[in-house]
């Protein structure tokens, strides 16, 4: 199976803080990666997917980047509402792993 | 409007059996990869299971051969059996609904909770 790495696991900023998250597979994945918001008590909700193409709807702060084994997500410029849990996950293989989760808290 | 919803979560015993369901409307659940996704308490996302457009189905090592996924098309659901459930399998599992652009549509989640 695919294991997914993300650093860090907790993350403090401030708002207006440029931020950025790391996620790493175990092998080269190709671009086949989406990064997930989720709230506490809430589903999950797609950001990114292929890497780097913006779901519709989801604001240009954040953006993907990366292929093969290392993916970045930044957000430019932290807002309020983006305090919450960050998922990266695979899906080159059919085993769609998830990585281990980082929590963007207030500094 | 196009949504997932679960339902069947429950408690029950070890060694149980409990069968989920994620009903779609909006959309059909065989033009989709639909996948089982759960979240132990305090814990991350964990990924259980997919049925392919095609009807291909995969597992995670951790529920392989006590979880079975299906759908069916005339009622529009996606459902899970789990049998031989563990206190490990005590979670929310979340239906989700995607293609080669990820997962872009999520259920509401349905907490099941695995104890005596």
């Known amino acids: 199976d695919i294991q997914m790495t993300q650093s860090p696991s907790t993350l403090s900023a401030s708002v207006g803080d440029r931020v950025s998250i790391t996620c790493r597979a175990s092998?080269?994945?190709?671009?086949?990666l989406a990064w997930y918001q989720q709230k506490p008590g809430k589903a999950p909700k797609l950001l990114i997917y292929k890497a780097s193409s913006l779901e519709s709807g989801v604001s240009s702060r954040f953006t993907g980047s990366g292929s093969g084994t290392e993916f970045t997500l930044t957000i430019s410029s932290l807002q309020p509402d983006d305090f919450a849990t960050y998922y990266c996950?695979?899906?080159?293989?059919?085993?769609?792993?998830f990585g281990q989760g980082t929590k963007v808290e207030i500094k | 409007e196009v949504q997932l919803v679960e339902s069947g979560g429950g408690l029950v015993q070890p060694g149980g059996s409990l069968r989920l369901s994620c009903t779609a409307s909006g959309f059909t659940v065989s033009s989709k990869y639909m996948s089982w996704v759960r979240q132990a308490p305090g814990k991350g996302l964990e990924w259980v299971s997919v049925?392919?457009?095609?009807?291909?189905?995969y597992y995670a090592d951790s529920v392989k051969g006590r979880f079975a996924i299906s759908r069916h098309n005339s009622n529009n659901t996606l459902y899970l059996q789990m049998n031989s459930l563990r206190a490990e399998d005590t979670a929310v599992y979340y239906c989700?609904?995607?293609?080669?652009?990820?997962?872009?549509?999520w259920g509401q989640g349905t907490l099941v909770t695995v104890s005596s």
């Open positions: 049925i392919y457009s095609g009807g291909s189905t």
């Open positions: 996950q695979q899906y080159r293989s059919y085993s769609r792993t």
């Open positions: 989700a609904g995607g293609g080669d652009n990820g997962d872009d549509l």
């Open positions: 092998q080269s994945i190709s671009s086949w």
